[in-house]
């Protein structure tokens, strides 16, 4: 009796599930076919509209990596055209690079001109200073400067600036300029630009040697008597030589460098400069300084009008008036009145003072140039007539007071507190009866005494008991001493401490007097004075 009331309950709930399931087909059926609005429509439609643009991308991808192919083809035929180019260029331009590692040695790649810049077709790990075929000394110098720019503790421009740049090899001239190449931050290797700077050179020589002249020209006079001081000057030096007056050698070529400076003869310049270093000097140097002198002069003979074995064969003007004098007095030439012609031969054999001084004005501004000073120069009496013979030694040596003037006197600009930043320099020249007065004035710092007093007792120039016995005019001449300089250094300007003795013993020489005036601070005033000749103190008459 139980059993058909289970098979009933079994029957309904098939009959449940069979109307769920039919529910459930009817209402997916329903969502199907309910339209565009539907969510599943939504759905497989955005679906489809994301594979057709994927599918649209890959056919752009696909075209542009071919494109992309077809560009990368071009560029690497394209670089490796160009990179030719760039060889056959470095390969045939006139100045070269290379590079040197921090042990300065030349790596293997180069450029093609350094083997004919260095004479040499295999450079790849030679050093730099085999390369340039450095002396000892360069070498040294020139490592030490390359340690500071590998440190790269001081800028790059500094430490550059430190290394020469010229060197002659193989009848060469090379300029060889370095720039860092850095890695990581720090000074890895070092880049060299080779140029042959031999042509250069020539070309700014002959346009020195050709100022040179035009300045000769403008003062041929002034020129002519110079090189005829020189000559002498050089005569004396060879004698002094023989004696060993070392002191006196050397006081000579100090004031003929200064001298061959102002005319622009800056090569015998420093030949004499260099020959200064030497411990003796011998008469062989000094001929090397008169061979220097005599090769410009003879080489320039046709141009200057002259040539140094004629030095001395000097030529006068004589005006029309004053010949006609001349033929007076010798008509009348009994007995007393023979001194009449002496007086009127030393009267017309004088000369302005400017002839002897030189180019004095283009000294003073290229010194001051070469200093970095401000100076303005006033002079006054140039044109007065000076005897020669007399004055000759002295005015050729006032350069000496001029130079420092500019290099020891005159302060650097921020130095000058209230005075005016332009130093002032004056030079003066002239003549009463019995005297010429030369004066060479500044407005700069004034002479350090106690500086002049401590460096002579250091030197063994003066013992302290000497030194403060003197008064203060005997401290101030102490500037006189051979070997006593107020600079610290010695360069190719000053800080030998001949000149002033040089020009002191020229100034003995004509029997003259020197005077030092100096205030610290104010300036420094120096005053020469000269006995004019016996035969030029009588006035004469009808001379002009």
């Known amino acids: 009796m139980s059993q058909p009331k289970d ?25 199907y076919n309910a339209g ?24 752009i991808m696909e075209v542009r990596n071919q494109e992309l192919k077809k560009y990368s083809e071009n560029l690497e035929q394209q670089v490796e055209a160009r990179t030719e180019t760039i ?25 093609k001109s350094c083997q004919t810049l260095f004479g040499q077709p295999k450079l ?32 790059t421009s500094v430490t550059l600036s430190q290394l020469p740049e010229r060197f002659e090899i193989n009848g060469r001239i090379l300029r060889c300029e370095a720039s860092v190449i850095r890695k990581n931050g720090n000074v890895d290797r070092i880049l060299y630009t080779i140029s042959d700077i031999s042509q ?53 070529l100090h004031t003929l460098k200064g001298n061959a400076a102002s005319w622009g003869l800056t090569d015998i310049a420093a030949q004499i400069h260099g020959i200064e270093d030497e411990p003796l000097i011998t008469s062989k140097l000094v001929q090397n300084v008169e061979d220097g002198f005599r090769t410009f002069i003879d080489t320039h003979a046709q141009i200057i009008g002259f040539e140094y ?126 005297f010429y007065t030369v004066t060479v004035k500044d407005d700069g710092r004034g002479i350090d005494i106690e500086k002049l007093k401590k460096k002579a007792v250091a030197l063994g120039l003066k013992t302290q008991k000497e030194i403060d016995s003197m008064n203060r005019q005997e401290q101030l001449d102490l500037v006189f001493l051979d070997g006593l300089s107020s600079a610290d250094t010695t360069t190719e300007i000053s800080g030998r401490g001949v000149g002033m003795s040089s020009i002191l013993a020229a100034v003995r020489r004509v029997n003259g007097r020197f005077q030092i005036e100096s205030r610290p601070g104010e300036g420094s005033t120096m005053r020469i004075e000269i006995p004019v000749p016996e035969t030029l103190r009588v006035p004469i008459k009808d001379v002009a």
Request: charged share 30%.
């Open 7 to 31: 098979t009933a309950a079994w029957q309904k709930r098939a009959e449940a599930a069979e109307k769920t399931v039919n529910i459930l087909k009817s209402k997916v059926i329903e969502l």
């Open 36 to 59: 565009a609005q539907s969510v599943i429509h939504r759905q497989m439609e955005k679906a489809k509209q994301r594979d057709e643009e994927n599918r649209r991308k890959r056919e």
């Open 87 to 111: 060889k056959t260029i470095l390969n045939h331009v006139t100045f070269g690079f290379l590079v040197v590692d921090r042990n300065l040695v030349i790596n293997d790649e180069f450029t």
């Open 124 to 155: 790849g790990g030679l050093t730099i200073f085999q390369a340039l075929k450095m002396t000892k000394r360069t070498a040294e110098h020139y490592a030490l400067c390359m340690d500071q720019v590998f440190e790269d503790i001081m800028p």
């Open 200 to 252: 250069l050179e020539a070309a700014q020589r002959e346009a020195q040697i050709n100022r040179i002249l035009v300045g000769i020209l403008r003062r041929k006079e002034g020129f002519q008597e110079f090189m005829t001081e020189v000559k002498d000057q050089l005569k004396e030096a060879r004698e002094q030589t023989q004696s060993k007056n070392q002191e006196g050698v050397r006081r000579i």
């Open 309 to 434: 074995a004629g030095l001395h064969e000097l030529n006068f003007e004589v005006s029309s008036s004053q010949f006609d004098r001349l033929k007076t007095i010798i008509s009348d030439l009994p007995g007393n009145q023979a001194s009449q012609l002496q007086n009127w031969t030393a009267v017309v054999l004088q000369k302005p003072a400017s002839l002897l001084l030189g180019p004095i004005d283009e000294f003073v501004a290229k010194l001051s140039y070469r200093l970095g000073k401000e100076v303005k120069f006033l002079t006054k009496g140039l044109d007065t007539l000076v005897d020669v013979d007399t004055m000759r030694g002295v005015l050729q040596s006032i350069m000496h007071l001029i130079r420092n003037s500019i290099d020891h006197g005159i302060e650097e600009q921020s130095l000058r507190g209230r005075k005016n930043a332009t130093g002032l320099i004056e030079f003066a020249i002239a003549r009463n009866e019995s």
